[in-house]
């Protein structure tokens, strides 16, 4: 019998450039899919979609609508 959970991975998803949040599309507690959109940032009037590496639940949101992220910050937990 193997151990539950043995397959568990967190994820921390992290801002790979200076952008404004412009709009978060998931929550806290909120099961997604591997590359589930988690926030839209906006940087030089371009929309860019934060997707979700694995799928998981969203067990840290770090950021709200209207923050300036910073290359490296983080955005979200996926485990």
Known sequence: ???????RHVTEVR?????????????EG??????????????????IPVLAEQPGTVT?????EGDVVQEGDLIAIVE
Request: hydrophobic share 55%; net charge negative; charged share 25%.
């Open 1 to 7: 019998m193997g151990i539950e959970g043995e397959d």
């Open 60 to 64: 840290k949101l770090a950021v709200a």
């Open 15 to 27: 801002a790979e450039m200076v952008a404004n949040v412009w709009k978060v599309v998931t929550a």
């Open 30 to 47: 909120e099961h997604v899919s591997a590359d589930a959109t988690l926030v839209i940032l906006e940087s030089m009037k371009m929309e």
